[in-house]
T-cell receptor, first 113, second 113 residues
Framework: DGGITQSPKYLFRKEGQNVTLSCEQN?????MYWYRQDPGQGLRLIYY???????QKGDIAEGYSVSREKKESFPLTVTSAQKNPTAFYLC????????????FGPGTRLTVL | GENVEQHPSTLSVQEGDSAVIKCTYS??????FPWYKQELGKGPQLIID?????GEKKDQRIAVTLNKTAKHFSLHITETQPEDSAVYFC????????????FGAGTQVVVTP
């Protein structure tokens, strides 16, 4: 069953702790993306990666880090430097190109206490 | 950079009526305009898209129109059903940003029986 998975669905962390969100895809897509979703603000791009071992900052990269060691995996770390980390995080993947559908995972809701 | 504005933010319609969501974009170089539907607690899913060389596209009860001169595009849902209730996002692809989508803020559509 092909698709994109994110885990966990809900995540709670104490303020000041780093936390890593998982994203895996078996669609053989080259490109992967991380978005943050807040109420009334749509989806904002955090980081994206076009190929393995390469990634680019999006519009709101401060306080986040990523890695792309495998084509299938694109984990996102929310660091203690992120001032307002509580949000819904969405991972997506697509075939290389500007006009290709992005497939989204089910999301991870992170709550920092 | 590209800026996408979406209206209205909420839309309540009676079952069987039509719903229209409008988006405007700022970058005349954008050439790909997808629409995503997000159900509660899930990731967005592509429902229809249009490219800049096409003025209108239809898929059963949904249609999208594009006015390149005015830089706006719209989603039309006819004969609405309760399962159409969701958040809808428009997006625009920046031509030189390889797969990078700029999303609107979203429209919460509620279809009442």
């Amino acid at each position: 069953d092909g698709g994109i998975t994110q885990s966990p669905k809900y995540l709670f962390r104490k303020e000041g702790q780093n936390v890593t969100l998982s994203c895996e895809q078996n669609l053989n897509h080259d490109a992967m993306y991380w978005y943050r979703q807040d109420p009334g603000q749509g989806l904002r791009l955090i980081y994206y990666s076009q190929i393995v071992n390469d990634f680019q900052k999006g519009d709101i990269a401060e306080g986040y880090s990523v890695s792309r060691e495998k084509k299938e995996s694109f984990p996102l770390t929310v660091t203690s430097a992120q001032k307002n980390p509580t949000a819904f995080y969405l991972c997506a993947s697509s075939i290389w190109g500007t006009e290709n559908e992005q497939f989204f995972g089910p999301g991870t809701r992170l709550t920092v206490l | 950079g590209e800026n996408v504005e979406q209206h209205p933010s909420t839309l309540s319609v009676q079952e069987g009526d039509s719903a229209v969501i409008k988006c405007t974009y700022s970058d005349s170089a954008s050439n790909y305009f997808p629409w995503y539907k997000q159900e509660l607690g899930k990731g967005p899913q592509l429902i229809i898209d249009i490219r800049s060389n096409v003025g209108e596209k239809k898929d059963q009860r949904i249609a999208v129109t594009l006015n390149k001169t005015a830089k706006h595009f719209s989603l039309h849902i006819t004969e609405t059903q309760p399962e159409d209730s969701a958040v809808y996002f428009c997006a625009a692809s920046i031509l030189d940003s390889w797969g990078k989508l700029q999303f609107g803020a979203g429209t919460q559509v509620v279809v009442t029986p």
